[in-house]
């Protein structure tokens, strides 16, 4: 049903947006409407352990597929949408959703308001953690953009103020500032009883340096999650028994928790060489129905550098090394609380439209991993060194 | 006393260190001052910018050529609306004047229109099959703005000098 409304919702926009003003319409060499796509299948096998799926024995649970639509009314006034669906693992299945949908109003070069589901401008590459033909990578920096955690990163419900300020021989100064909230669907996750984002507001502000090519800056974001579970009761009772919770406990936890993200960007491009680096912390305060199950503050650090560098039209290799602490109020010691990830990509583009990748990551630590996708094993026990291996293709338009 | 030498020696190796690094810094410093103050002017060689013969405006900063082909900025100064026109991604015309004015390749450029389209920021300029057509857009369009090769007839069109 969901996708079939979301089909009806992509139609209805594509008529509408073919009303609009006639003059405009011929003096422009821009299509009617601008209609654009995306398929992406890939495999992932990893060693040792089962991440982002049943990826051990080697998964082709790996599949993105996106349309959409955008239509300019005028010089002024934009609007669009996408579709998107995908499949990883667990996590998507394939159900079509509404990625972002807009109308958007210029007022000045250095004004716009944007209205609808709009990405969240969070560092340098959020906006296109989906998005295989936008990069090099086949995974992005997984310490500052987890695939897992696309649906609370991606996109808000709400307004969005953007520009763009010149600033003469100082460069330019490009903000956006948004509010809303965010929509999520958890009708997959049974232990959640209801989950509700009564606000989402944040903002990134970018500097093109007069360096030519160099860009600098920052995103801030402020969310809170209030949510509710309920445990099954044998897990419960086992916690009882392992006196992790207190004997009263019946299985319901309510929690508010306030969340602070914060990042810092820099990013050179110049001809086919791009390098870029970041660094983010986000920062939680939880106040719990159940103090001894959640902590009070959790606040987790993420940084990585990257580059890549196009050797010719169909050859475009690239490399990374992400860290990511999950918790650094505990410790950054062990091989639970650190992620190392080093990671290599070839991208070989075969045609305009078209293009395969293939990448391996050397990993050290077990912060990314799952407890649940790995036989219920605490992840201080699981092999520290592992590695994963992607191959991916993508045809776009 | 041994402790003590190696605590001097230890000191001693740091500071040679902090001075080569604080010399590489300031190296570095120069070098990106250099850059700064005095910026490659934008080449032309291989192309030439064209806009409206209608146009009021003859010069143009190449950060404003480019942040009109990347869509940054919409507006001429006077708040006509920019109309920015490309050839095809195979076209050396387009390459030289990517490299030159958007200091990035084609490809790159592309990547950042797949960046654009996919987050719904915006769609790319339409692109002309060649000089021909870009000469005819930009004569027919008063807030147009392109780029055609040094042997393309400017019939309707004026260069724009980039500075």
Redesign the interface.
Known sequence: MSKLLSWIGAATLALCVCREDPAYAQESPAPLVDIHGFVSQGFIKSTDHNYLGKSERGSFEFTEVGLNVTKELGHNLRTGVQLFARDLGTIGNLKPQFDWFYLDYRFFDWLGLRAGRTKLPFGLFNEVNDIDSARVPILLPQSLYPVQNRDYLLAQNGVELYGNVPLGAAGALEYRAYGGTIFLDTSAQPIIVSLDIPYVAGGRLMWSTPLRGLEVGGSLQALRLDVEYLFPQPLVAAAQAGGSVPSTFDGHLKAKMPVVLWVGSALYQSGDLLLAAEYSRWRAHIESSVPELLPEVTENERLYGMASYRVNDWFWPGAYYSLFFPDIVQTREDRAHQQHDLAATARFDLTENWLVKLEGHYMWGTAVLSSAENGGISLDKLNRSWGVFLAKTTAYF | MQMLTRTIQGFDCMASRLVLRRSLVVSLLCA?AC??VW?APAETAGFRVIVNSENPVSTANG??VA?AFLK????WSDGL?L?P?DQR?NSETRRAFS?AVL???V??V??YW??R???????PP?E?DGDVEVVR?VGA?RGAIGYVSEAANLDGVKVLTIH
């Not at chain 2, 940054?72 to 507006?75: F, G, L, Q």
């Open positions: 990106a850059l700064v910026p950060n404003f942040d940054k900025v919409n507006e609306g109309e026109v991604t490299l200091g990035r390749s490809a790159a592309r990547t797949q960046q389209v996919f987050s719904g920021r915006g769609v339409p002309l857009y369009h």
